[in-house]
């Protein structure tokens, strides 16, 4: 059972396009959840993460938008770069001892 | 400051051989997590620590044993590998609950 759905498997834009990629949940006591960027050989590395009591958060050109009626975030990346193609794993965690990852977004950007 | 070291990088094991995957960290993080990623699987938790002395189980913990003796090394044994073990294996830290995990770079580990 997939606690954190991630949708889509794949996403391919053009350089300066905004990527917008989408995770759902199910369990309302997830109080915590980040978005991960990882590149091939390396671990995933922690980009940005929100908590339920606001709807959006900007950190850069990275951006979370948070729904908590709909139980969805997703990750809007701006003005996306050729080294923004990664892997992008979203997660949540109910008080941080065991975070639920989604399936993973691979992300190319074309030049 | 290193952060997160996992060692070995690579490892081929043979069906029914043991080994043990390295982790420490130099951030003085309480806890610790030891993931395995399969293609189109995301990230799976087979074990964490809370601090030293302490552990419990994840997802999948069926095939592998964990200890914590200090704060730093949180090592990973496989007794008796099979082919489903066939992954890559990432250990990760984070300061306390409620915060982003900092990961190593991974062990990619082959059974055949």
């Known amino acids: 059972q997939q606690q954190v759905k991630q949708s889509p498997q794949s996403l391919i834009v053009q350089k300066g396009g905004i990527p917008i990629i989408n995770c759902a949940y199910e369990n309302t006591a997830f109080d915590y959840f980040p978005w991960y960027q990882q590149f091939p050989g390396k671990g995933p590395a922690l980009l940005i993460a929100?908590?339920?009591?606001?709807s959006e958060k900007k950190e850069g050109r990275f951006t979370i938008s948070f729904n908590k009626s709909a139980k969805q975030f997703s990750l809007h990346i701006m003005d996306s770069q050729p080294g923004d193609s990664a892997t992008y794993f979203c997660?949540?965690?109910?008080?941080?001892?065991?975070?639920?990852f989604g399936t993973g977004t691979s992300l190319t950007v074309i030049p | 400051n290193a952060g997160v070291t996992q060692t070995p990088k690579f490892r081929i094991l043979k069906i029914g051989q043991s080994m043990t995957l390295q982790c420490t960290q130099d951030?003085?993080?309480?806890?610790m997590y030891w993931y395995r990623q399969d293609p189109g699987m995301g990230l799976k938790l087979i074990y964490y620590s809370v601090g030293a002395g302490i552990t419990d189980k994840g997802e999948v913990p069926n095939g592998y044993n964990v200890s914590r003796s200090t704060t730093e090394d949180f090592p990973l044994r496989l007794e008796l590998a099979a082919p489903s073990q066939t992954s890559v294996y990432f250990c990760?830290?984070?300061?306390?609950?409620?915060?982003?995990?900092?990961f190593g770079s991974g062990t990619r580990l082959t059974v055949v």
């Open positions: 951030m003085n993080h309480n806890y």
């Open positions: 990760a830290s984070s300061r306390s609950e409620g915060y982003g995990y900092t």
């Open positions: 997660a949540a965690s109910n008080h941080g001892n065991q975070f639920y």
């Open positions: 929100i908590r339920p009591d606001v």
